[in-house]
């Protein structure tokens, strides 16, 4: 018999969501050993003609880098407090233009072969979702090849 995937890649920021996401995944995954925990940030390029120059642009990707990197640091001690090992835990920033914030999600997941995508769902209205989009119904509806816990 196959080994199982026991991969698991979590999409985090700034959001009360993404915390509970995190906490739902160490409160039950709590005493397992054999995961794999990728905690993912995803910083999101605007068009170029979003800056006046390219030093501002330098600027508000170093502010963004260090923003993703609290919220990856955040994100693994809590899972540590709930007794991942540390090498069990990768954090992965990407600063970079996607269409969407759910299709960088999928490439990450596709990319590590993980078998699980947890999300914390942000609650947007129906409105917001149908002008914007939403991320957790990109992820929920999209991948063939993996199991999506969206925490709310």
Not at 15 to 32: D, H, K, P, Q, T
Not at 102 to 113: D, M, S
Request: hydrophobic share 40%; charged share 30%; with cysteine.
């Amino acid at each position: 018999m196959d080994k199982i995937n026991r991969k698991i890649l979590i999409a985090v920021d700034e959001s009360e969501n993404s915390m509970r996401a995190i906490n739902y995944v160490g409160e039950l995954l709590r005493g397992m050993t054999d995961f794999r925990i990728f905690l993912l940030h995803i910083v999101l390029l605007p068009q170029d003609d979003y800056f006046f120059n390219e030093e501002e642009k330098t600027s508000w990707i170093r502010e963004k880098k260090v923003a993703g990197e609290g919220i990856l640091h955040r994100s693994h001690k809590v899972l540590t407090d709930f007794g991942f090992k540390e090498d069990s835990i990768k954090e992965i920033l990407i600063v970079e233009s996607c269409s969407s914030v759910g299709e960088c999600i999928l490439q990450k997941q596709q990319e590590i072969n993980c078998s699980t995508v947890v999300i914390g769902r942000r609650g947007i209205s129906k409105k917001e979702e149908f002008i914007f989009g939403s991320t957790s119904n990109k992820i929920l509806h999209t991948p063939k090849s993996c199991t999506v816990w969206i925490v709310e």
